[in-house]
């Protein structure tokens, strides 16, 4: 319906009896179709119109999509009197009866913008060919008009018997509703379907509806938090306050949106919930269909900032108007999960629990309990239940004791359990937060539970966590607008403290060996999973992520009771749970200074077990994917030289060839050589690149040249290391992707063989180096506005000039950023490329042409406007589409510059 968008001449609705006459003129013309679709096209326009002005004018969610609901009835209700009685008058015989139904969601009368029309052309028997020209005529009109149409056509009959099998065609006629023609054949087929409905067994419906809601949720991702979440299908989405009103509807058909069940299932309070969760949720997918100009359903970062403009958020203080508006949304999400947790469990507490499933509806009854050892707990089918609220009243410190006795016997909670601890959470008071059996209560959960991941996370959803721990409550529903983190910064801390545990149970054997091992050494696993939950509490602090995360660390576990040794070691932990992997992934691992200064800022050998074990989990909570063999690899190496430091083993430079030994060799004899090969799988999943290794005789722009070829021939670089050996010889290993994000060369071996081919001859100073291609506009990337950073280090090294840069990645950025060094007259000994989502992080080891630093700050300088012009080069913004940008990153931008060792010189704001 994309021609639908177009703002009509004017806003005055047409009133009925002028668009009648009007399409009676059209419908005489010499092309009926086409002239009633010009008049129809006109009024449906207003009446969309008139929809989005309300929503502009802040109206809630479902007034606007049932405004445009009833744009389309308007306009189907005239278009069916054209067809059916214009231009093809009604029969009296029996056979040519016929109605049009709304059906799904437009049945229940709601629409989106650009939704399908789910239509029922109900016959009372056969076909006709007079129905079947009303038919066509109507759809081809509607697709005249662009609208999406679902159409069946169907006698009463074939409605009832595939509603009897077909949960999805039962689904449909749950929300049943007359449109236009013969009401008495509407209403024939809709009494029939609910009596029949009524009658029947309601188990299978609920069940294929709980399963289907499983599927989608597998299909669109199994947690709520994803930062892309699809607002229709996604997990806390639409579809899930869908399903529960499916099931309602179906246990009483006839109760207006299963009115009757809702007030039985839910409580008032819950109820009010339902309502805000709808309303928040149809705004927020009315505005991504209208930004879009089409059926979207995924609130993707190009379309966040914009929705957010659009509902009226605002930036407040460090944090931009699309991160507030996101935490609300997760939060309306986390209140839909809770919605579906008590009304699936409720309807099991009313039906009869078999091996079949829900039975059918039953008189309400008290299966028999299983009490526990703690006083008012008991088992409620197979769930943990409680008295009542008031047993919390009696005594606030169970609402920690709940959790411990749900992790000791794993079991999840009951809804009734689920909603007394939210109505206490008034009982959570700074009393209840020092006093020492709480909090020994709360520390055995996160560092010495059986399920961390799994208790903590209900936790969260009931608001216990943030109640009781109020560091955690300012970053519940955070998100971190950027393309690295996939998960909302509280929902990435519990993952990350589950893969600890299942480190410490050794269920990551195979993908972590070296942290596998060693975490069986660590002496303070308390302090670890403290520290673990609350190095991420900073985010989003105006002295950064790290100093503020410190701060807030050192008063969470003073108001725990922590003794202050263990305090010190947490808060050392949160703020310095980046140097890790910053050292590893951006620093010559074969440079003795490296090795000598991570030692240093360490300190000991439990320190670096923990920070070991810490960053594997974080890295790999960030999302599918991030964790790969290559960063593996960089971190054990690290891990292992340190270690050798504190044994007392001295640390000479390695060789950082050794490993191509016979790549090398061949290089030395043929000038340059170079090999492909696919990246090893890690953890069951491909890490989807190429892998390329060239070693030559190094020379003055021999990086440019390689980086150069790569992005004339479409190779994107997503990793790269060099090194440099004492006898001059330099291998260059590259990760690439090709424009598709995929390994480069594997749907097209042959490019891959053209590559290597190519970067042999430019290795050895030969043949010409293309253009790098222009880079095609990504809508996604485009909505980023990253900030370009350089830093320049003469401390990192004892032998070279490290530079560091950060700015939006691209295709040939790479190439770009050699390119200056080579200009400047500076070698590169050593080079470390990554990539974090939509920005680029790169350091480089320099030398002058005479393999020294570089000392002069003229020099510096002029480095510097070489970097910075090349990070601010903006690949163009798609055609089609406007999109807004967040400066979203500026708090990552911050937080580089603070992890820099002794940084000489800084990048100025992005102009």
């Not at 790549?663 to 953890?683: D, F, H, K, N, S």
Request: glycine share 8%; aromatic share 6%.
């Amino acid at each position: 319906m994309a021609d639908m968008t177009a703002a009509p001449s004017a806003l005055t609705p047409v009133p009925p009896t002028v668009l009648n006459e009007r399409l009676d003129v059209a419908a005489r013309s010499d092309d009926p179709r086409a002239a009633v679709a010009g008049v129809l096209r006109e009024t449906f326009e207003i009446a969309r119109a008139r929809a989005e002005r309300r929503l502009d004018a802040g109206a809630p969610g479902r007034e606007v999509a049932r405004l445009y609901a009833a744009a389309a009835d308007e306009m189907l209700s005239a278009l069916w009197r054209v067809a059916a009685q214009t231009l093809w008058p009604i029969s009296p015989v029996e056979a040519e009866r016929l109605s049009l139904v709304a059906v799904g969601g437009y049945g229940r009368g709601v629409l989106a913008p650009f939704s399908d029309l789910d239509l029922l052309f109900l016959r009372s028997g056969k076909a006709t060919p007079r129905g079947e020209r009303v038919i066509e005529f109507i759809l081809y009109v509607l697709w005249d008009l662009g609208a999406k149409v679902g159409p069946a056509v169907r006698s009463v009959e074939e409605c009832l018997t595939l509603s009897r099998t077909d949960m999805t065609v039962r689904t449909a006629l749950l929300e049943a509703r007359s449109l236009a023609g013969d009401a008495a054949l509407s209403n024939l087929m809709i009494d029939r379907f609910r009596d029949m409905v009524a009658r029947a067994d309601p188990r299978p419906f609920i069940m294929a509806k709980l399963d289907e809601r499983a599927a989608r949720h597998l299909k669109a991702g199994s947690t709520r938090y994803k930062v892309e979440p699809n607002v229709k299908d996604g997990k806390g989405g639409l579809r899930d306050l869908n399903t529960l009103y499916w099931i309602a509807r179906s246990l009483a058909p006839d109760s207006r949106l299963g009115a009757r069940v809702m007030d039985e299932l839910f409580t008032p309070r819950e109820r009010r919930t339902s309502d805000e969760a709808f309303d928040f949720l149809w705004r927020v997918r009315i505005h991504l269909h209208l930004i879009a100009g089409r059926a979207e359903e995924k609130l993707t970062f190009d379309l966040q900032p914009e929705v957010a403009r659009r509902m009226g958020w605002r930036g407040r203080g460090d944090e931009p108007a699309v991160e507030r508006f996101m935490r609300r949304y997760f939060l309306v999400a986390r209140d839909v999960g809770a919605l579906t947790r008590a009304m699936s469990a409720k309807l099991e507490a009313r039906h009869q629990k078999t091996a079949m499933g829900l039975s059918r509806l039953i008189t309400p009854f008290r299966p028999a309990r299983r009490r526990l050892e703690v006083d008012g707990f008991w088992i409620d089918q197979g769930r943990l239940s409680v008295e009542g609220a008031e047993v919390f009243a009696a005594d606030p410190i169970k609402l920690l004791t709940l959790f411990v006795c749900a992790d000791r016997h794993d079991l999840d909670l009951h809804p009734d359990a689920f909603s007394a601890v939210t109505r206490s959470l008034s009982l959570v008071t700074p009393r209840l937060r020092r006093d020492p059996e709480a909090s020994k209560a709360f520390i055995g959960i996160v560092a010495h539970g059986q399920r961390p991941y799994r208790v903590l996370t209900l936790m969260n959803e009931t608001g216990l966590l943030g109640r009781f721990l109020p560091e955690w409550g300012r970053i519940v529903g955070q998100t971190q607008f950027n393309m690295y983190h996939a998960y909302t910064v509280d929902e990435h801390t519990l993952q990350a403290i589950g893969i600890i545990n299942d480190i410490a149970r050794g269920k990551l054997r195979d993908d972590h060996p070296l942290a596998s091992e060693i975490v069986h050494l660590i002496s303070d696993m308390e302090a670890l999973m403290l520290a673990m939950l609350l190095h991420d509490v900073g985010k989003g602090g105006e002295r950064g992520q790290l100093e503020d995360g410190a701060i807030a660390a050192r008063r969470a576990c003073e108001r725990l009771g922590v003794d202050q040794r263990r305090i010190e070691l947490v808060v050392w932990l949160v703020r310095n749970h980046l140097a890790l992997s910053d050292h590893a992934q951006k620093r010559d691992l074969s440079d003795p200074a490296t090795i000598r200064a991570f030692a240093e800022l360490v300190g000991d050998p439990e320190r670096l077990r923990m920070l070991l074990v810490l960053t594997v989990a974080d890295i790999r909570a960030v999302g599918p994917g991030v964790w790969n063999g290559w960063k593996g690899q960089l971190m054990r190496t690290l891990y292992n030289q340190v270690a050798a430091l504190f044994r007392g083993e001295d640390v000479a430079r390695a060789d950082p060839l050794a490993d191509e030994a016979e790549l090398v060799a061949r290089a030395r004899v043929e000038g340059a050589a170079a090999r492909a090969r696919p990246t090893p799988t890690v953890e069951g999943l491909p890490v989807q690149t190429t892998e390329i290794s060239i070693a030559a005789t190094d020379r003055p722009g021999l990086f440019a040249d390689l980086a150069q070829t790569m992005a004339a021939l479409g190779a994107d670089v997503t990793d790269a290391r060099v090194a440099t050996s004492d006898q001059g010889v330099v291998l260059d290993v590259f990760r690439v992707q090709d424009g598709a994000g995929q390994p480069y060369g594997q749907a097209e071996p042959r490019r891959l063989k053209t590559l290597v081919e190519a970067l042999e001859r430019a290795a050895r100073g030969e043949g010409r180096i293309g253009k790098a291609p222009e880079p095609a506009g990504n809508a996604r990337r485009a909505a980023f506005e990253v900030r370009p950073v350089v830093m320049v280090d003469h401390h990192a090294s004892e032998t070279a000039t490290v530079v560091e840069v950060s700015g939006a990645d691209r295709p040939g950025l790479l190439a770009a950023l050699s390119r200056v060094f080579n200009d400047e007259g500076l070698n590169i000994r050593s080079a470390h490329v990554a990539s974090f989502g939509e920005r680029a992080v790169d350091s480089f080891y320099v030398v002058d042409r005479k393999g020294r630093k570089v000392a002069s700050e003229q020099r510096i300088e002029e480095l510097k406007t070489g970097l910075e012009t090349v990070l601010d080069s903006r690949a163009p913004a798609p055609a089609g589409r406007k999109v807004a940008s967040a400066r979203a990153s500026a708090r990552d931008v911050s937080e580089l510059g603070r992890r820099a060792r002794k940084p000489v010189s800084r990048a100025p704001e992005a102009r």
